[in-house]
Each structure stands twice: as C-alpha cells, then as structure tokens.
C-alpha cells in the first residue's frame, strides 16, 4: 500500500501453501459433492457426471487457493508486523511486537505432509482475533519466531532486522534435525508486558 | 445537529467522519433493501393482495434507510483522536461513546470493504485485550487518514513500551 517501506520487504508465503490451500479445499469439498453426486441421482450417469463435477472441484479448489495466496502477503517492520489480505475487502493489519505474547508453530496433517508450518502470534486480544501466517517452511517459522524474539528481547536489536531472516534460515539448514523436532508450541513471553 | 455538545464530558471538539461515508451507507443500504422492493413488487404484480398493500410501506421504509438515515448517521457520528487515546461517537437511538487508551491496544486493521474502496475510505479496528466487545471500530475515514492514525497509535505503543 502507500507505506514507505521498500516493496521488497513484503513477502507472501510459502508457494507450496497454495497446494495445501487447494488440497484442504478438496477435502472439505469432497463429501458434499459426493453426496450432491448420489442425492440428485447424477452418478447413475456415469463418467459422464463424475469426471465433470471432479474437474469443476479441482479448479474452484485451485482458483480459490490461488487467490487466497496472491493476495496475501506479510512484512516483518521496525516496530510492527503487518499482514495484508483479501481480494474485494481487504485488511491491513499491524500487530505491534511489543503485543505479540507468544508465537506458536503448528503443523497439521496436510500442511505437514507438504512440509508447510502454520505460524501464530498470539496477542491476548481474546479469541480469533490473532495474527496467522499460513503457510510458511520451517527455516521461515523459525525465523520468523527468532525475529519477535529479537525484538522482545530489547529495541537495541532493532538495528539488525533487515538481516535475520537469511541468516537464521542459512543456520537452520545447517542442522534441520533440530529445529523439525520441536515443532509444536514454544512460548517467546518475555514476561514484561505486565509491568504496568 | 450535533447532539453531543451538552454531555461531552471534556468538551473537545470532534471530528466528523469523511461525508464520502454517507454515500457508502447509502450504497449499502440500497443493496439492504433491493430484495425487499423486488419481493413486494412481486407481490403486487400477483394481484393476491390489494394494490399498494406491500409496495407502499416498504417503498417508503426503504426510502428513508437510503436517502435520510445515513444522513442522520453521518451526523451523529464522530470521533477525537487524543494524545494516548481514541474516543469513537456514534448511534442515533442507541447512543454510545467509546474510549479507547492506546495503552490498551493489542492490534490495529485497517479494513477497505469493496464499496469503501471504491470512495476511498477505510473502516480502521483497534482490536483491545478482552474477550467481549474487544474490538472498536471507526468507519468512514479517508484511507490515508486510517493509515496516519495506525503509524500513530502504533508509534505510542512503542514509546510506552520502552
């Protein structure tokens, strides 16, 4: 948008997390349509009707996730980080670093079987309303936990954001076995944000 | 009409929201009430009901949600932007004044529905720590004006933080 920063400091995710968008779509698609196929008698057709309502699933499931990855992207800022999505009705958000409490990894089954880790930033503003980039590998969830440490850890850091990323996704690569293990939940409260 | 001089509490002056608003509300409200009038048109072109009985009144209440009632909203709309805090004004039956410390601000959207876009506008979201009604939200400013207020709410964040 019209912020100041450098366009290059965008990033969208992982191009992979476009097939685990499209794969998840399938699967939630699959059983409605199948019943919709033996509901309205339709399979009695044959290929006919099958290979046609497949096909349309397939690329509705694509389109969607398509869009759902172009139209997303993330920026990692001095003070802040900020999501923007959506296609007609679009939000920008910033989420402060100071704000995020916790930082937790997820890998489901799908996004697993790609490699892909679902990365949160949990913020304490009750319910839904938290920061979720999905889907990134895990070079860049790491990185992007190590990031929110930096910056929780003191402002001095600050300093040093542009580099983080390469670097630690550089370390990362260098020992995979580490960082894949410890996927689930690790907490980056620093414990001052009730010092009020 | 300005309604809130005599109970406001500090006595500062609110802004009004961009009257692009209005037009946006007036959009909204048309696309609200669009399937109301076809139905009644349906209804009296069956000839089941006598003539009017639907059309009339429906016509008329659709009337006045497009063409007065964003008015009034617009007018009784407002909000201040403080140095440590957001005040959001606003309801004209159901009247409410909304103060947000900034101190308590967890993140901010900046929201563009497709009719906002199209009038340039931003709907911007201060979402609080809370589980209930955790999220305060002021439409109808200009999309520029949005993004100052989040750099600003944001940069306050920071300095209350260190």
Redesign the interface.
């Given at each position: 948008?019209?912020?100041a920063a450098a366009p290059e400091e965008w990033r969208r995710t992982s191009p992979r997390s476009f097939l685990v968008g499209a794969t998840m779509g399938l699967r939630n698609a699959g059983l409605p349509t199948l019943a919709a196929l033996v509901g309205t008698g339709a399979w009695r057709a044959g290929w006919v009707a099958i290979v046609p309502t497949a096909a349309a699933m397939l690329a509705l499931a694509v389109l969607f996730s398509w869009i759902a990855w172009r139209h997303f992207r993330y920026r990692l800022g001095d003070?802040?980080i900020r999501v923007e999505r959506?296609l007609?009705?679009?939000?920008?958000?910033?989420?402060?670093y100071?704000?995020i409490h916790d930082v937790s990894l997820e890998q489901a089954l799908v996004p697993r079987l790609f490699g892909m880790v679902e990365v949160k930033f949990e913020?304490?503003?009750?319910?839904k309303?938290e920061?979720v980039i999905r889907y990134v590998d895990a070079a860049e969830a790491d990185a992007l936990r190590e990031t929110v440490r930096a910056h929780k850890a003191g402002?001095v850091v600050t300093a040093g954001k542009a580099a983080p990323l390469p670097e630690s996704a550089s370390r990362r690569m260098a020992a995979p076995k580490r960082s894949s293990r410890r996927i689930p939940t690790r907490s980056v409260t620093s414990g001052?944000?009730y010092r009020? | 009409m300005a309604p809130m001089d005599a109970n406001e509490p500090e006595g500062d002056e609110l802004t009004p929201l961009h009257p692009n608003y209005v037009k946006v509300v007036r959009l909204g409200a048309l696309l609200f009430a669009l399937p109301f009038v076809l139905g009644a048109l349906v209804l009296e072109l069956v000839h089941v009901f006598p003539h009017g009985v639907f059309l009339v009144p429906i016509l008329l209440v659709a009337l006045w949600l497009v063409v007065r009632a964003p008015l009034r909203r617009y007018h009784a709309r407002g909000y201040q932007l403080g140095p440590d805090r957001l005040r959001v004004v606003r309801g004209l039956m159901f009247h409410s004044d909304t103060v947000v410390p900034f101190g308590r601000v967890q993140h901010i959207d900046v929201h563009q529905g497709p009719i906002e876009r199209g009038y340039g506008l931003a709907t911007l979201v201060l979402h609080t720590a809370g589980t209930h009604n955790a999220s305060v939200k002021l439409p109808g400013v200009a999309h520029a004006d949005a993004l100052a207020m989040r750099e600003e709410i944001r940069a306050h964040i920071k300095r209350e933080t260190m």
């Amino acid at each position: 948008m019209s912020d100041a920063a450098a366009p290059e400091e965008w990033r969208r995710t992982s191009p992979r997390s476009f097939l685990v968008g499209a794969t998840m779509g399938l699967r939630n698609a699959g059983l409605p349509t199948l019943a919709a196929l033996v509901g309205t008698g339709a399979w009695r057709a044959g290929w006919v009707a099958i290979v046609p309502t497949a096909a349309a699933m397939l690329a509705l499931a694509v389109l969607f996730s398509w869009i759902a990855w172009r139209h997303f992207r993330y920026r990692l800022g001095d003070s802040d980080i900020r999501v923007e999505r959506g296609l007609f009705s679009r939000t920008a958000r910033s989420v402060p670093y100071e704000r995020i409490h916790d930082v937790s990894l997820e890998q489901a089954l799908v996004p697993r079987l790609f490699g892909m880790v679902e990365v949160k930033f949990e913020t304490g503003a009750g319910g839904k309303d938290e920061l979720v980039i999905r889907y990134v590998d895990a070079a860049e969830a790491d990185a992007l936990r190590e990031t929110v440490r930096a910056h929780k850890a003191g402002p001095v850091v600050t300093a040093g954001k542009a580099a983080p990323l390469p670097e630690s996704a550089s370390r990362r690569m260098a020992a995979p076995k580490r960082s894949s293990r410890r996927i689930p939940t690790r907490s980056v409260t620093s414990g001052n944000r009730y010092r009020h | 009409m300005a309604p809130m001089d005599a109970n406001e509490p500090e006595g500062d002056e609110l802004t009004p929201l961009h009257p692009n608003y209005v037009k946006v509300v007036r959009l909204g409200a048309l696309l609200f009430a669009l399937p109301f009038v076809l139905g009644a048109l349906v209804l009296e072109l069956v000839h089941v009901f006598p003539h009017g009985v639907f059309l009339v009144p429906i016509l008329l209440v659709a009337l006045w949600l497009v063409v007065r009632a964003p008015l009034r909203r617009y007018h009784a709309r407002g909000y201040q932007l403080g140095p440590d805090r957001l005040r959001v004004v606003r309801g004209l039956m159901f009247h409410s004044d909304t103060v947000v410390p900034f101190g308590r601000v967890q993140h901010i959207d900046v929201h563009q529905g497709p009719i906002e876009r199209g009038y340039g506008l931003a709907t911007l979201v201060l979402h609080t720590a809370g589980t209930h009604n955790a999220s305060v939200k002021l439409p109808g400013v200009a999309h520029a004006d949005a993004l100052a207020m989040r750099e600003e709410i944001r940069a306050h964040i920071k300095r209350e933080t260190m």
